[in-house]
Nanobody
């Protein structure tokens, strides 16, 4: 089992910045990658960013590329999502997720095995 706890979500004005954190505990040695997803009211959960548990690759949705940065601190078992130049359309509940199997589907919610409870990000115009 892997437990995930997100933090850092809050109300921010458009153009502002936020940093979300996701603290992982439990069998983190079995994790191959971590991802951030978001879900706005009435919409499906969508991929935001992902990072393998080791290595330097990062993956982003087109809508956040150049504005968001995913990173990890393996010593702290924590993954971060730095969000800059926030827009009202970034408003959503943001979820951290962990997957065990490497390979295809790093942007697919169904390929992730564990999820956090979510943290609300609201961007006002």
């Amino acid at each position: 089992q892997v437990q995930l706890v997100e933090s850092g979500g809050r109300l921010v004005q458009a153009g502002g910045s936020l940093r979300l954190s996701c603290a992982a505990s439990g069998r983190t040695f079995s994790v191959s990658a971590m991802g951030w997803f978001r879900q706005a009211p009435g919409k499906e959960r969508e991929f935001v960013a992902a990072i393998p548990w080791s290595g330097s690759s990062t993956y982003y949705a087109g809508s956040v590329k150049g504005r968001f940065t995913i990173s990890r601190d393996n010593a702290k078992n924590t993954v971060y999502l730095q969000m800059n130049s926030l827009k009202p359309e970034d408003t959503a509940v943001y979820y951290c997720a962990a997957r065990l199997s490497p390979g295809w589907g790093i942007s697919v919610p169904g390929e992730y095995d564990y999820w956090g409870q979510g943290t609300q990000v609201t961007v006002s115009s």
